[in-house]
């Protein structure tokens, strides 16, 4: 009966700290934006898209970013029209885009310590049925449990099979293009 109520006692305790404890600092973001920037000598593009989500795992460095691309939204419609349509980024066929990565650096990055990081990301991004690897600097700040997300980047749209030789596409829209990105994130609970 000893032995019953010295292991029942040591079962309790195990549960009650493991309880306690937390399992790893997952942060996420359902609302952050991304924004995009097509500059020509013919006309400027942009975009802004609110519907992201995405992930931090502080332990890890893993982070994750998806997209939903019809979400776009454009100052004239038929350029939205244009960039969903099948000779464009055939939304339909290809409804996310999405970023998978690690922070390499996570060392230098204290997630319980407010301040401003560095954090250089290699991963692979996903867009238009097309992967590739990424390597990218942005800036963390970290405020209380908010995890803030900045970084620019630049993407060679024929790298993700989206390219135009010839008609109006060819001068209006730049080979490359400017990536913003924003998002706030909370300690998941």
Do not use: R
Not at 11 to 39: D, Q, W
Not at 139 to 151: L, P
């Amino acid at each position: 009966m000893k032995n019953l109520i010295i292991t029942l006692v040591a079962v309790g305790f195990v549960a009650i700290t493991t309880a306690f404890t937390p399992l790893g600092e997952k942060y996420v973001s359902k609302n952050g934006h991304i924004s995009f920037y097509s500059h020509t000598t013919v006309e400027d593009i942009t975009a802004n898209n609110y519907q992201v989500v995405s992930s931090i795992d502080a332990e890890t460095g893993k982070v994750v970013f998806s997209v939903s691309m019809q979400a776009f939204e454009f100052e004239k419609a038929l350029m939205q029209k244009h960039f969903n349509s099948d000779n464009f980024l055939d939304t339909k066929q290809f409804p996310k885009a999405k970023f998978i990565g690690n922070i390499t650096n996570l060392d230098q990055i204290d997630f319980s310590t407010d301040g401003v990081y560095t954090a250089t990301v290699l991963g692979t991004l996903e867009m238009h049925g097309v992967t590739n690897d990424v390597t990218e600097e942005g800036t963390i700040t970290i405020n209380g449990s908010n995890v803030i997300v900045d970084a620019k980047m630049s993407v060679t749209l024929a790298e993700f099979g989206v390219a135009f030789e010839k008609g109006k596409p060819s001068t209006n829209i730049a080979k490359d293009i400017e990536i913003t990105i924003k998002a706030e994130h909370s300690l998941k609970s």
